[in-house]
């Protein structure tokens, strides 16, 4: 959790653990680049505080050098362009940024020291709750061979995403129909035994949804690492805008 002062904005000077190198990771596209926009600059913040490299990507894979995917999946191959050049790579959703006054990750790295770190979604119901909006990921090989089957299996994607027909009525495979879905299907049946290098976080401790527990949060003045605004377009733009002006009005030239 992170310690919030009021509005959850503070001044830091940078922090760089030199001994770890970390990649974050964007990708987001002119469809989605309002609040993209918005949401990398705020990482930029956080990732230049801690000597974090922060990358981002709109180049299309799927539909071009492989078969057509939705924009959803292009995190994979960008994760394996990428991590091989890190000793962690880090994920985050275009709809999602670090709070400025987040502690490094490396600390949620070293308290649980596992490969792959999942992040729990807010509704527990039809388990595994796991949420890809955010995925740390560390270099190893066993790691980067389970990336490539999310990337470019096309047998597993048709095995755990999509739709199937459940009593009369056509229901998402894995409680969800595109990439977070494999990813589910993996932990579900521990493909690759990868229960045995992840660890799946509880909800509030990586990432939280609401602006409700956001309030709540600043009472405590503490919180998660990161906002995710799972959320309508214009709910992702308004948040992102507003936090964004918060870190400009502090004296962030961003």
Known sequence: ???LTQNGICQHKKRQDNTTKIGVLMWYDSDIEPYG???YKI???YCKKHGYDLIKSSERVYGSTLPFRKPHWERYPLILKHIKDYDYVIWIDADAFFYNISPPIIDLINKYKKEILFSEDDNPLNPPAVNSGVLILKNTERVIN???KWAYSEELKDKYCGHKLVDGYLCPRMNWVEDQAIVRG???DNVDNINEISKLM???ELQHYNVSERNFFARLKKAPYIFHLAGEHKFRLKESKEYLNKLRK???NI
Request: proline share 5%.
């Open 43 to 45: 990482n930029k913040v």
């Open 37 to 39: 926009d918005n949401c």
């Open 250 to 252: 502090v004296g962030y």
């Open 146 to 148: 389970i990336i490539e």
């Open 202 to 204: 509880p909800y509030l």
């Open 1 to 3: 959790m992170t310690n």
């Open 186 to 188: 993996f932990v579900k």
